[in-house]
């Protein structure tokens, strides 16, 4: 594990059922401050707290999904694609969201060491400015349960 302190769960646990319980999650979503620790990146201490906090879910799913969106590839910590292949075995899928702004080629390297797992894709953004109708999109594609070709990447 690398260094889980430095994690923060902005939201507990919470069933999405009506819109009254989805607006709540996004109001305390954005409610909430963005907290950088600096030192770099872990995209591997991030699979790896994510599998802590679904193993304490109090919800019993059909599907288990791991989100990773970010703006740099793994430079801190143990191997990504160890945390990754690991989550996978334990029956975890992992979507990436790469925002393209400080590394173009960031979309190649999740897809090659980041996202895996049953029906796991990636919907990249070019910058920080299209990152939310990147967000947008990949919700509803995980939430329709369809999978976009992985190989063909859809860019905001």
Known sequence: MDRPELHVQTVDWTLAKDEASVN?????IEGSKR??????????GAIDYSRILLTASPFLGIRRV???SGDGANNRGRAVTMARDEAVH???????LPILSLEPDLDRYYY????????AFMV????YDTFADAILKKLITEIAGATPNT??????
């Open 24 to 28: 709540a999650i996004a109001d305390a």
């Open 124 to 127: 990249p953004a070019i910058n």
């Open 112 to 119: 090659d060491n980041v996202i895996g797992g049953p029906g």
């Open 90 to 96: 334990d029956g975890i899928s992992i979507n990436g």
């Open 35 to 44: 907290q950088l620790f600096g030192g770099g990146t872990s995209i591997s």
């Open 66 to 68: 791991i989100d990773i």
């Open 151 to 156: 190989l063909t990447e859809v860019h905001f």
